[in-house]
């Protein structure tokens, strides 16, 4: 069965420094990795998916299959990018089911 | 709003009633998804559908568990004779076929007393 660690609950920042949220997962075959966001008061919705290999809101995330990781970056941090990150894992075959990680608040500070 | 819209968005009930909740997709979308979410944890899979056909459930969803797409428009979920663990968030999602789940609903908060 797939597996999604984020090893961080909470990571807390100051404006204008780099930020990376880490993700870590186990599983077998070629998966789709996911960033997901949750800003405050709004709902759950995709961030970037890492086949798309673009840069949403200045954020990056590569896919290291040696590491089975999956870390999320941005070089420097704003405000506004203040919530909750999930990394989400599916399974190879397009059914596009994502099994999510418990999530890494990230708190910008001004 | 085009979005995705569930109701109730919030549910009090004790334990041992029946419950169901509702989930309108974004219109194109023929894919919808049920999710669970407790405190501090990333949502759960429960199940999804394609159109109407309910093609995976996970072994998190019991007998007390069902959901619907009757015309592969909305859904609803049920849970039969609710218990304390059934508290959660319960959320919808919805997509195209052959691309992941995109948006979220605002999701129903159920607490059994």
């Known amino acids: 069965a797939q597996r999604v660690t984020q090893p961080e609950k909470l990571l807390s920042v100051f404006k204008g420094a780099p930020v990376e949220l880490k993700c870590n997962y186990s599983?077998?075959?070629?998966?789709?990795l996911f960033w997901y966001v949750q800003y405050s008061r709004q709902r759950l919705q995709l961030l970037l998916r890492?086949?798309s290999r673009e840069s949403i809101k200045g954020f990056t995330a590569d896919l290291n299959k040696g590491e089975t990781s999956f870390h999320l970056k941005k070089p420097f941090a704003q405000e506004e990018d203040s919530a909750m990150y999930y990394c989400a894992l599916s399974v190879s075959g397009g059914s596009y089911i994502p099994t999510f990680g418990r999530g890494t608040s990230l708190i910008v500070h001004p | 709003d085009t979005g995705v819209s569930q109701n109730p968005r919030h549910k009090i009930t004790k334990r041992g009633q029946n419950v169901t909740f509702r989930c309108d997709p974004i219109s194109e979308h023929n894919r919808l998804y049920w999710y669970r979410q407790t405190l501090g944890q990333g949502p759960e899979f429960l199940t999804y559908f394609q159109n109407e056909a309910q093609l995976e459930k996970s072994r998190l969803l019991s007998d007390r568990f069902s959901a619907e797409r009757p015309k592969g428009s909305f859904s609803t979920l049920e849970i039969q004779r609710t218990e304390q663990g059934d508290s959660a968030m319960y959320l919808c999602?919805?997509?195209?076929?052959?691309?992941?789940?995109?948006?979220f609903g605002p999701g129903t908060r159920l607490t059994v007393l």
């Open positions: 890492h086949i």
């Open positions: 599983y077998s075959g070629s998966p789709e």
């Open positions: 999602a919805s997509s195209l076929a052959g691309t992941p789940p995109g948006h």
